[in-house]
Each structure stands twice: as structure tokens, then as C-alpha cells.
């Protein structure tokens, strides 16, 4: 089946600086992949969503400064948080979608603690 | 118009027994219908998926029933384990273009042993 691989699964990190989260789709092309944020014990909010070598397209309310996504290729997409702060600490996940009607297929996530 | 209502919010059953969670859209244009289970620490992962010409789907042990006039979707599970805990989301959106989702609230499943 479609895997969705994210590294990493864990990260702690120092208030200040930037976080590079990976994602990647192993099995298939991805022409499309979405970030989401997802807080303790409640749903996943759709952070923003990025075709293959276009500018992603954000939700209101997501600071595109803040959170940058690039995908670069069919199987890669990074989220890099910059200058994250406490208050961005939480479980961000991935998700990618082939062409030709295929459904989401996500990630594991990626837990970010911001000390 | 975004918004897509779960309930319950928790729901603890027996082994054997037939959970049942129940989700409700407002918008009218939605035309694909996922139901995902997670896992704690790990990504949602597709369990089953319905689109409204249809009004119920099964696989394996798992049922969705769709109502396209009241708009409301739900999931069945049969002969419930306990390997079936986790938490289960609704979800709806377009199928065509990106396929943008919007989430349920989730509900979380205890099966007891």
C-alpha cells in the first residue's frame, strides 16, 4: 500500500530557532501533500496544501513566515517551523495524495516540543 | 458551511458489541466521505471511504451508512475487538482538485475485553 514516510518522529528544540520537518511518499508520486496540526486530544486543523513545484496555498490564519513549505519533487515535501516558540510546540503530520482519484495517505507525525 | 460535527466524543463498548459514530455536514457541495482511524503518537490511516451516490459501504468489519438528504454519515464497526481502540475521525470534502479535507472532532473507542 501507499506509505508516507516523516522524519523525524520527535524533536526538541531551543525557543528561537528553525525546524525542518521532512515527508516523504515512498511508493507512489505525490502531486499533492498537506501539513496539518493536530493539538492534544483534538482534530487535525489544516495547516496548507502544495502541489508538486508551485507556491503551497495556506488556511486563514496560518502565518506562511512562520511555517514554510516547499515541494520540491513528486515524493518530497519539507515544513520548516522558523523561529518557532513554545506555543508551536505540537504534533504536526503530513499527508500525500497521487494522482488519478487516490485517497490521503499520512505520516506518522512528527512531535515538536519547543523549550 | 466548513464544519462537520462528530458524535460522541468517547465511547466505550464490549467486545463483540457494534460501535456506532455518527458525523453531520452543512455543506452541500462535499462529495467524498473518509473515515480514519489513529492510533496514539502514530498518523490517521484510511479505513474506509464513501461517496454520496452510494448509501452504504462496507469493508471487512467496517460499515459507513450515508444519508444525503439530513446529511449525516456514520460508522459501524462489527464484532468490536480490542485491538479497535483508538480514535476514529469523519471526515468530508471534494475528491476532485486537491481533495481538501475537513476533520470531525474525533471520537475515542475503548473496546473492553
Known amino acids: 500500500g501507499a506509505v508516507v514516510s516523516q522524519h523525524p518522529s520527535w524533536v526538541i528544540c531551543k525557543s528561537g530557532t528553525s525546524v525542518k520537518i521532512e515527508c516523504r511518499s515512498l511508493?507512489?508520486?505525490?502531486?499533492?501533500m498537506f501539513w496539518y496540526r493536530q493539538f492534544p486530544k483534538q482534530s487535525l486543523m489544516l495547516m496548507a496544501t502544495s502541489n508538486e513545484g508551485s507556491k503551497a496555498t495556506y488556511e486563514q490564519g496560518v502565518e506562511k513566515d512562520k511555517f514554510l513549505i516547499n515541494h520540491a519533487s513528486l515524493t518530497l515535501s519539507t515544513l520548516t517551523v522558523t523561529s518557532a516558540h513554545p506555543e508551536d510546540s505540537s504534533f504536526y503530520i503530513c499527508?500525500?495524495?497521487?494522482?488519478?482519484?487516490?485517497?490521503?495517505?499520512f505520516g506518522d507525525g512528527t512531535r515538536l516540543s519547543i523549550l | 458551511q466548513q464544519q462537520v460535527k462528530q458524535s460522541p466524543q468517547s465511547l466505550i463498548v464490549q467486545k463483540g458489541g457494534i460501535p456506532i459514530i455518527n458525523c453531520a455536514y452543512e455543506n452541500t457541495a462535499f462529495d467524498y466521505f473518509p473515515w480514519y482511524q489513529q492510533f496514539p503518537g502514530k498518523g490517521p490511516a484510511l479505513l474506509i471511504a464513501?461517496?454520496?451516490?452510494?448509501s452504504e459501504k462496507k469493508e471487512g468489519r467496517f460499515t459507513i451508512s450515508f444519508n444525503k438528504s439530513a446529511k449525516q454519515f456514520s460508522l459501524h464497526i462489527m464484532d468490536s475487538q480490542p485491538g479497535d481502540s483508538a480514535t476514529y475521525f469523519c471526515?468530508?470534502?471534494?475528491?476532485?482538485?486537491?481533495?481538501?479535507?475537513?476533520f470531525g472532532t474525533g471520537t475515542r473507542l475503548l473496546v473492553s475485553p
Open positions: 464513501i461517496r454520496p451516490d452510494v
Open positions: 499527508s500525500a495524495r497521487g494522482p488519478n482519484g487516490q485517497p490521503q495517505h
Open positions: 471526515a468530508a470534502g471534494w475528491d476532485t482538485g486537491f481533495q481538501k479535507l475537513v
Open positions: 511508493d507512489f508520486q505525490a502531486t499533492t
